[in-house]
């Protein structure tokens, strides 16, 4: 019991630590450091595409990441038998999460990481506009298809196959966005978040394996992927879990629309990836229309109590905020 104890307060005394830490850290950089992390860990990637692809790529970075948000929260099996429905909902975002980084790092292959993220955001753009009644709602979507136009014909190729490849993450990561949003409202903390990414690793494994086979075992490799685990999922998530303890839900989202630039930004500082001025304005227009629709959003779901305070509806999706409880692209 005094050993069980004794272990109980190391831990408590490290979350405290932790909590210290980015306690002292303003709550824009926290946001702004799990963007980076993003971005970082997706330009990072493709130093092993030679030795295990996409595919090999994807399962570790899931495998590493649900050991150690397993480790951190320490879902139990009783958790989830608790809730009804709440098996389901993690199994299907274990799916799309697979489903979505799997065509995203497939994507890079073919692509500047500047344009696939801008296309991949698209789909918490697509949310953050759903159920618009307005006029005035529509200027964001006319903003942000101009943006994708530019993008696209602005004078480096994209290829066909990794704009496909794009729409399809976008697609996936609309879908997780709305069956996390249901998981965390069934499952505490991070557990049902552990459980998802363990899951997706678990169904990527079959592709990672066939296309990596034994060069998963590499020493570099592994290395490599443990940094695009941490940074990717495990750093992002911690810190926008801070962040939104602190933040409304309409100012993270106003900041985390800085990932295309990020995006384009990281891959022309590591992987050397040159765009044409229009397309970095695409990339511009397309961050713009999501701070935009976010801001629409959020004056659209607030209300003012008797005190004067503005407060959001219950039943209001905040715009981008479940991307918080998520590992990243």
């Known amino acids: 019991m005094r050993q069980g104890g004794a272990a109980h307060m190391r831990r408590r005394g490290s979350a405290h630590t932790y909590a210290a830490v980015l306690g002292r850290v303003p709550a824009p950089g926290l946001v702004l450091g799990g963007v980076c992390g993003i971005q970082f860990g ?11 692809g ?9 495998l590493i990441a649900g050991v150690l948000l397993c480790a951190v929260w320490r879902p139990r099996r009783r958790t989830l ?31 500047p990481l500047g344009a696939v993220a801008t296309i991949e955001f698209l789909g918490p753009f697509v949310i953050a506009l759903a159920g618009s ?39 996936c990561w609309a879908g997780y966005i709305l069956v996390s949003a249901r998981m965390a409202q069934r499952v505490r903390g991070g557990q049902g978040l552990a459980l998802a990414v363990l899951g997706a690793a678990l169904l990527s494994a079959p592709c990672g394996v066939a296309q990596a086979g034994a060069a998963l075992l590499d020493p570099h490799v592994l290395w490599v992927a443990a940094v695009v685990a941490v940074a990717s999922s495990v750093l992002p998530y911690s810190l926008n879990l801070e962040a939104l303890r602190r933040v409304p839900p309409r100012v993270f989202g106003v900041l985390t629309s800085l990932e295309p630039a990020a995006g384009a930004l990281f891959g022309l500082l590591i992987l050397g990836q040159r765009l044409a001025w229009a397309q970095w ?12 629709a976010t801001l629409l959003g959020g004056r ?27 590992p990243g692209p």
């Open 300 to 326: 659209r779901g607030t209300r003012h109590t008797e005190g004067g305070t503005p407060a959001r509806h219950a039943d209001e999706p905040a715009a981008h905020a479940p991307a918080a409880h998520t």
């Open 81 to 111: 038998s608790a809730v009804r429905g709440a098996g389901w909902t993690v199994a299907g975002a274990g799916a799309l999460l697979a489903a979505h980084h799997l065509a995203f790092y497939e994507a890079v292959r073919h692509l």
């Open 54 to 62: 996409a595919a090999g790529v994807v399962f570790l970075r899931l």
């Open 42 to 52: 997706a330009a990072f990637a493709p130093r092993i595409y030679p030795q295990v």
């Open 281 to 292: 304005l695409g990339i511009a227009a397309v961050a713009c229309a999501s701070v935009t």
């Open 133 to 171: 009644r307005r006029p005035a709602d529509l200027l964001p979507a006319c903003v942000a298809a101009g943006g994708v136009l530019l993008l696209g014909g602005g004078g480096v190729p994209l290829a066909p196959a990794g704009l496909a490849l794009a729409a399809v993450a976008a697609c």
